[in-house]
C-alpha cells in the first residue's frame, strides 16, 4: 500500500523502515495533518499519523474524497480522531493498543523523584558552582501515599514500581484490575483519592468523562502540598486551575510529559522563537514544575513495537480489509 505517514521525525524513519522491510510505499512528512496539509497525501490509500495530528470531521472528509480508506495512528490514544465520521466515510482506524508501559510508567517515577528531590535545581546549581543544600529538601517515598488514576498495563506497572518503595498505594479505575489488587493497590473513590494521596499519578485516556478531570474542584480536595503526575493526555487536567494549584500551594510539586495545547509546541524546536502561550510560559516560572515534551514513550523498545504494530496494522488490511487493532472493537488499556 501506498502510505502517507505525517509528523515524522528521523528516529521515526528509522524504526519504521526496519519494520516495513519495503513492503509498502512509505512516503514520509515532517508537517502534522490537518487541513492545510491533506492534500499532500497524494495518492495514498492510508495515513499513519501521531498524536497532535488532527483528524476531525472536515480533515476526514477530505481524506475520504482522496480515496483514503485506512488511518494508521502510531498511538494508543485515540482522542484527535473524529470516529463517527471516520466510520460514516467508510474509513478504518487502527492504533497500537501497547507498546512499552513500562517506559511510560518508569517515565511518571522519575518525574517524581526528580521533583521530591529537586534534582532539576540542584543540577542547575551544581553546574554554577553552588553546592548549597537550601531548598533542595525531599522526602522519603516510603510510607507515603500514591494515587494512581487509571489501572491499565501503565498503572499497572507504576503499581508494581511504587510497591517496591514500600508505598501506599490508591487507586481509582471504572474496571478494577486484579493485577493491581495483587500488587498492593486498593481500590477506592475518587474523592478519597484525592483527599488522601500524598502524589496522584494520570494514567487515564482522554475522553468526555476525563476531561479536565482535574479541575477546581479535584484540587479542592487534595491535600496541600500534594505531587501532581500527568504523562497521560493533556487536557486530562484544567491548566488554568493547576496554576491557581500551584500558586495557592496545595499543589506542592507538578510533573507534566503531555499538556493541553500541545500541538503548537511539542516535538518541535522553538529554542530560537518566543513561545506565544502564555498559561504554559507562566507554567514554566514555577520552580516546582517540570515539564518534558510528551517524552515519556521514547525508548527502543517502545518505538520498536510502535513501528512493528503500525505496520502489522496496514498489511492486515492490505491483506483482509481488517486492521489488526482496529479502535472501535479494541478495548482502551
Known amino acids: ?98 507498546y512499552s508501559p513500562h517506559s511510560v510508567a518508569e517515565h511518571a517515577v522519575a518525574l517524581m523523584l526528580s521533583l521530591n528531590r529537586k534534582i532539576h535545581r540542584a543540577s542547575a546549581r551544581v553546574r554554577e558552582g553552588n553546592f548549597s543544600l537550601e531548598g533542595l529538601m525531599g522526602f522519603d517515598l516510603y510510607g507515603k501515599t500514591i494515587g ?42 475518587l474523592q478519597e483519592l484525592l483527599r488522601n494521596s500524598d502524589i496522584i499519578s494520570l494514567h487515564c485516556p482522554l475522553t468526555p468523562q476525563t476531561h479536565h478531570l482535574i479541575d477546581e474542584h479535584a484540587i479542592a480536595v487534595m491535600k496541600a502540598g500534594v505531587m ?40 518541535r524546536d522553538l529554542s530560537s522563537t518566543v513561545i506565544h502561550d502564555d498559561v504554559f510560559a507562566r507554567l514554566l516560572t514555577f520552580p516546582n514544575v517540570i515539564i518534558t515534551g510528551h517524552q515519556a514513550f521514547f525508548t527502543h523498545e517502545a518505538l520498536t513495537e510502535i513501528a512493528n504494530t503500525t505496520i502489522a496494522n496496514i498489511s492486515a488490511y492490505e491483506q483482509t480489509g481488517n486492521a489488526s487493532y482496529p479502535v472501535s472493537s479494541d478495548r482502551i488499556v
Do not use: W
Open 148 to 189: 494512581l488514576i487509571g489501572t491499565g498495563k501503565i498503572g499497572l506497572c507504576v503499581t508494581k514500581i511504587m510497591a517496591g518503595f514500600g508505598c501506599r498505594i490508591l487507586a481509582f479505575d471504572p474496571v478494577p484490575n486484579q493485577q493491581c489488587i495483587e500488587a498492593g493497590a486498593r481500590y477506592v473513590s
Open 228 to 267: 501532581l503526575i500527568n504523562i497521560s493526555r493533556g487536557a486530562v487536567i484544567d491548566t488554568r486551575a493547576i496554576i491557581q494549584g500551584l500558586k495557592s500551594g496545595v499543589i506542592g510539586s507538578l510533573g507534566l510529559d503531555v499538556y493541553e495545547e500541545e500541538e503548537n509546541l511539542f516535538f
Open 1 to 98: 500500500m501506498r502510505v502517507a505517514v505525517f509528523s515524522t521525525k528521523s528516529y521515526d524513519k528509522t524504526y519504521i523502515d526496519a519494520a516495513n522491510a519495503g513492503h509498502h510505499q512509505l512516503v514520509y512528512l515532517e508537517s502534522r495533518l490537518d487541513e492545510t496539509t491533506v492534500s499532500t497525501v497524494a495518492g495514498a490509500e492510508a495515513v499513519s499519523v501521531f498524536v497532535n495530528d488532527v483528524l476531525d470531521a472536515r480533515v476526514i472528509a477530505l481524506l475520504s474524497e482522496r480515496q483514503v480508506k485506512l488511518i494508521a495512528l502510531r498511538c494508543a490514544g485515540f482522542n484527535n480522531v473524529d470516529l463517527e465520521a471516520a466510520r460514516l466515510h467508510g474509513i478504518t482506524v487502527a492504533r497500537v493498543p501497547e
